[in-house]
């Protein structure tokens, strides 16, 4: 974590050259950075800052690569090339995780800038190669067998998780199912003890900080410990350790020249990161604003009752590993707080607090039950999303969980309750403000611009070089952001980012609307969203089918997050073996996101096999790419469907021999809908000829069983609904319940506020309900407090109780507020703030309409028509036609005839093929090396292993190439190599510890 000037309550010291005078009147001004969209020029490649920019060699950018080779992200059709970063990990068994130099391998992730089919720039995709694990012995893992998957992530900064998972017998919390617990399995034994010392209890707060090796570490009998760069201890156990390689991506925000003036310090209130990007498959997706990893910004918690300091939840709901929590379950107990202490006086905790969460008594059941989401604002502590791009899992302790739509849902949580679905478009928004202990740093414009990047742990790091000490991140005088893209080796999509901020001027005193504290700040009855002054990124897009970016994000209508679910913005889903774009998104089949869990597309799990194929950690069922495959369906028994497509339907399914919907109706006088046909008793067909069901029906009101079911009148269900069995309502002059009594007139009405005086004249409430609040309300007619005043004209309220409100009293008449808008005299005739065309009242004005293009009508007045006049210059029916790619016509006019036109670059009669990527690009009916475009490609060809010549020309010559592994003529034993290149490259493994191969 990369340290900064601390802000201070001394008002001198905070504000610099301002010192203390005018900060009263100062106003709040509002600040949008220009929108950066990503790119592969944003790739960091080393911890020095270096970046693609600066060493092209970061990207391996040719057809062959020495490592890994390019290839094609199937969602997006771009090419991504290998890169070598020092971002990345070597691991050894029972060693660690070494961290790699850049070694001219390019194996650390892929990544490839995004173009649209205009050949814009619109953000860049990334991937990473599979995470490698390494074997640490007895207890030091953090990834283990069990909970959801073959591996699941055994770590946690919670020591409560971490017992609750190792402790056999306990029911969640602190309270176990037999007394004799101990008897049959021991507690947590909490003596742990460094490597190099077996024999005398270790203080975990001795630790230097460390996540990959097995020497910075204490371990004891049950688990170990290890301690995070931002100080906190983290609890493994386990017998396996993972380490993800990551790709990371750097920019800068300009902040507002003011700020860079020596010696200014403006107080910062509200600072707010927009990325746009698709939802990702890993938890661990990071945002580091100024190197900061903010913790505290949690989101949403879990629902709870708080009696005295004592939380239990509120709702019966789950954790994430599906164990059941009924509403009542102690969240925390201050009983079982263990603060932490210094006992010795010398300044650094030596006992107690060894986890937050015991240090606040907070329970396992808080940090992992369902009723929780990291991505939404929490209602009571006020936190909003944690510093992470938004993923469809948890990431908070037992990461493999997908977030469910409905909370509370019971795991595991299939694919159309999942509410945040990996590979969807979305808008992530963090406050830079929200912090976990205090005011943030970055409330105070200083602490942007003012870095002190020194090591405290190294006394040799004197010299301030603009590279943080802990990430090796750039640090300048604007805001500095690095995305840290971790573990997606399935790629993801980064599109772009804007900074908001507003912060306190002393130089303006003018107040203008602030976009998101429901305020009229500006005073001209405007509010947030619905102020013209709040545009671009400070508002949600506004309306869905106008053809405007209303909010400046770069995205249109309902290519643009904000409208996901508005109506027309829901497409069919996508057929994903027709060769049809069956949703109107643009692409096709495979193509397509919503393919991505079809069996066809993914070429990941198989869901019969017992196999982890596509390595997410969850095998056949329990994988949610197997969620529509067949074998794990099974039959639903009303909905006409062959759910399970074994060609029976609904009850001709032997699945659905004990279903209600395929059994008759047994009882037809028991009020209960025996067959689970939502038709009860009568109402049932199957009941039609029973002599219960074929007498009259009952009428509601004559005292009478009229259809002998004993039941009468109103106790009948027959009568659900009728006139006679609903009580009065009061305030709709119709006689409800048919009693001769109407309104307030009935007895039932007795109580209701509505048939009631106004009994508070001054508090602003409704007390009667009928729609007249205080002095507005005849019942106050006499209130001493509602006796006539001057008529206010723009108030909404009667004032001289003369029945004629703001502008339709003639006190009114000159007031500006009253004043009809002349929409083009460039003046405010109505003193509104808002003069001619911004002023509502001129929006049917001629010279505020905008033109139609396609109507043969001068909408604006301006005397051009369509196409003629200049604000339809740019609209698509007013731009050449397309260009069609194989009618040998030049369709748009622009001297280029099909293939030889751009237009054209993507359809398949105008592309080569791709000889390795199992695609028939140039769509005639042969795929890679089977088209005769292919003949002599490097992807065709074989490697001979004993001719000494590289054959297929992977740099790789006859057993040094992976395709001989299992030639007879390269079966050399691993100990004959003697350096490590020889020894990876012929498939051994290299030990750094013995310096041999095996």
């Known amino acids: 974590m990369k340290w900064r000037i601390k802000s201070s309550v001394v008002c001198a010291a905070l504000l ?21 969209t990503f790119s592969k020029n944003d790739l960091l490649g080393q911890f020095d800052g270096t970046g693609y920019v ?14 890994e080779q390019p290839k094609v992200d199937i969602f997006t059709g771009i090419t991504l090339y290998p890169i070598d970063t020092e971002f990345a990990f070597w691991t050894t068994d029972f060693v660690g995780a070494e961290r790699k130099t850049r070694d001219g391998i390019y194996d650390d992730g892929w990544i490839g800038d995004y173009v649209n089919a205009n050949n814009n720039q619109i953000g860049v995709v990334v991937a990473n190669p599979q995470t490698p694990y390494f074997k640490t012995g007895t207890v030091r893992g953090s990834v283990c067998a069990g909970l959801g998957g073959s591996k699941t992530k055994c770590s946690a900064e919670k020591y409560s998780v971490m017992e609750h998972v190792l402790t056999c017998t306990e029911k969640i919390p602190y309270f176990y199912t037999d007394p004799s617990w101990e008897s049959i399995c021991q507690p947590l034994s909490d003596e742990v003890y460094f490597p190099s010392d077996p024999s005398t209890p270790a203080n975990p707060f001795d630790l230097q900080t460390n996540e990959s090796d097995l020497v910075n570490i204490v371990s004891g009998r049950d688990y170990s410990i290890t301690k995070k760069d931002d100080g906190k201890l983290l609890f493994r156990w386990g017998t396996i350790h993972k380490r993800p390689s990551e790709v990371r991506l750097y920019t800068t925000f300009p902040t507002p020249n003011d700020w860079k003036v020596p010696g200014a310090n403006y107080h910062v209130t509200r600072a707010e990161l927009i990325i746009n990007h698709k939802i990702t498959n890993s938890p661990n997706d990071q945002i580091r604003p100024e190197d900061f990893e903010n913790e505290g910004a949690t989101g949403r918690l879990p629902g709870f009752i708080d009696t005295l300091g004592v939380l239990t939840s509120d709702k019966d709901c789950y954790e994430g590993d599906g164990h059941f929590i009924p509403a009542g379950t102690l969240f925390k107990d201050p009983a079982l707080a263990d603060p932490p202490a210094d006992s010795d006086g010398d300044g650094q905790v030596d006992s107690g607090g060894w986890s937050s969460d015991l240090a606040s008594g907070t329970t396992n059941a808080w940090y992992t039950t369902t009723d929780r989401d990291p991505f939404e604002d929490d209602p009571v502590s006020g936190k909003g999303p944690r510093y992470r791009l938004r993923s469809g899992k948890f990431g908070q302790n037992i990461p493999a969980v997908d977030i469910p739509i409905v909370n509370c849902t019971e795991p595991p949580i299939y ?16 406050s830079l403000l929200d912090w976990a202990d205090g005011e943030s740093p970055l409330a105070w414009s200083e602490n942007w611009a003012t870095y002190n990047d020194l090591n405290p742990y190294d006394p040799t790091d004197t010299v301030p070089d603009g590279i943080s000490w802990v990430e090796g991140m750039p640090l300048t005088q604007d805001l500095d952001l690095a995305l840290f893209v971790k573990g997606e080796y399935k790629p993801t999509v980064i599109y772009n980012a804007t900074l908001l901020i507003e912060y306190e001027d002393p130089a303006v005193t003018d107040q203008i609307e602030l976009c998101a504290d429901g305020i009229d700040n500006d005073g001209d009855l405007f509010i947030d969203c619905a102020d013209t002054d709040c545009y671009g990124a400070w508002c949600p897009e506004t309306y869905c089918m106008d053809g405007w970016d209303n909010d400046g994000d770069g995205y249109t209508d309902c290519e643009d997050p904000d409208c996901s679910d508005y109506i027309d913005c829901t497409f069919p889903d996508e057929n994903c073996v027709n060769t049809i774009d069956d949703d109107s998104d643009g692409l096709i089949d495979c193509m397509d996101p919503d393919c991505r869990t079809f069996v066809q597309c993914r070429g990941g ?7 982890d194929n596509d390595l997410d950690g969850l095998i056949d069922c329990n994988d949610t790419d197997c969620v529509d495959a067949p074998s794990c369906n099974t039959e639903f028994c009303s909905d006409g469907v062959d759910n399970d497509e074994d060609t029976l339907i609904d009850c001709d399914d032997p699945d659905c021999v004990d279903a209600q919907a395929c059994n008759p109706e047994l009882v037809c006088d028991d009020l209960l809908d025996n067959d689970g046909d939502l038709m009860i008793d009568c109402a049932d067909p199957d009941c039609n000829n029973l002599p219960l069901c074929l007498g009259s029906s009952e009428v509601c009101g004559d005292g009478n069983d009229n259809d002998g079911d004993s039941l009468v009148d109103c106790d009948d269900p027959d009568c659900v609904g009728a006139l006679a069995c609903t ?13 001769g009594m109407t309104d307030c007139v009935d007895d039932d009405c007795d109580a209701v506020a509505y048939c009631n005086p106004e009994m508070n004249c001054i508090d602003g409430l409704d007390n009667d309900l009928d729609g007249a609040i205080d002095c507005n309300d005849n019942d106050c007619f006499n209130d001493i407090n509602c006796q006539p005043m001057p008529e206010q004209c723009s108030d909404f309220l009667d004032n001289d109780h003369d029945g004629l409100v703001d502008c339709a009293d003639p006190d009114c008449v000159d007031a500006p507020s009253c004043t009809t808008e002349d929409c083009t005299d460039g003046i405010d005739n109505n003193g509104d703030g808002l003069i001619d065309c911004e002023d509502p009242g001129c929006a049917q004005t001629p010279a505020c309409i905008f033109e139609d293009c396609s109507d043969g009508t001068d909408n604006d007045g301006d005397g051009a028509i369509d196409c003629s006049d200049t604000e339809c210059f740019n609209d698509p029916v007013c731009l050449p036609n397309p260009e069609l790619c194989a009618d040998l016509v030049d369709n748009d006019g622009d001297g280029l005839v099909d293939c030889d036109d751009p237009d054209c670059a993507d359809n398949p009669g ?9 695609i028939d690009n140039n769509d005639n009916g042969l795929i890679d090396c089977d088209d005769p475009d292919c003949a002599g490609a490097t992807a065709c060809l074989v490697e001979n292993c004993v001719n000494g010549i590289d054959d297929d020309g992977d740099t790789y010559v006859d057993c040094a190439d992976g395709d001989c592994v299992s030639d ?14 020889s020894c990876r490259d012929a498939g051994c493994s290299w030990s750094n510890k013995t310096g041999t191969c095996s």
């Open 16 to 36: 610099g050259a301002f010192a203390c005078t005018g900060i009263a009147d100062a106003a709040v001004v509002q600040y949008q950075s220009p929108q950066h």
């Open 54 to 67: 600066a060493d092209p060699s970061i990207i391996c950018e040719s057809d062959t690569c020495n490592g």
């Open 415 to 430: 694919k159309y309750d999942i509410k945040y679905p990996a590979g969807a478009l979305t808008t992530t928004r963090v």
């Open 605 to 611: 799990e198989i869901c019969s096999d017992e196999l």
């Open 727 to 739: 009580g009065e309502i009061c305030n709709d002059g119709v006689d409800n319940d048919q009693d």
């Open 910 to 918: 105008c592309l080569n093929e791709i000889c390795n990527d199992g």
């Open 968 to 981: 007879p003529a390269c079966s050399a034993s691993c100990s004959d190599f003697t350096d490590k290149t």
